[in-house]
């Protein structure tokens, strides 16, 4: 499902802390079940898996843990009928860090440039977090 994302996102939030009731896991052998889950342990020790958060849930996440503000926004050259979309990540609060990265790569759907956005913030606190910032 489309909804949920992908499990090496999955695996990434985990590593970042994300432990929230989720609608849905992946199992040991990366399926994704549609199965309400309360938390990473429970799917742990239950089907040795990990949560299969939404990617609102993962956006929810990076806003409340970190205070980043995320905007996806269509970019429409109108004359050449052509559509892309491109991220902002307006706001990311880490330790003395503040700031403002606009994306300047262009994807062909709303949904691709949603999922390396949420790949994008991951690498921002994996990035922070390993040189002891937070």
């Known amino acids: 499902m489309k909804d949920f994302i992908p499990y090496e996102v999955a695996l990434a ?30 799917c742990e ?16 996440f990076f806003r409340e843990k970190y ?3 995320v905007e996806i926004h269509e970019n429409t050259d109108w004359e050449e009928d052509n559509e892309s ?9 880490l330790g003395n860090n503040d ?3 606009s994306n300047c790569e262009t994807f ?3 949904e691709e440039a949603e999922l390396e956005c ?13 040189n002891n910032e937070i």
């Open 13 to 42: 939030l985990k590593e970042l802390g994300f432990d929230e009731e989720c609608l849905a896991l992946f199992s040991r052998d990366k399926s994704l079940l549609i199965k309400q889950i309360p938390n990473q342990q429970e």
């Open 45 to 60: 020790q239950y089907f040795g898996g990990v949560l299969a958060p939404t990617f609102s849930q993962s956006f929810k």
């Open 67 to 69: 205070s980043t503000h």
């Open 85 to 93: 979309w491109s991220f902002d990540i307006y706001k990311y609060k």
């Open 99 to 101: 700031a403002m990265i």
């Open 108 to 110: 062909n759907t709303y």
């Open 118 to 130: 949420l790949i994008k913030l991951i690498k921002i606190v994996k990035n922070v977090r390993d």
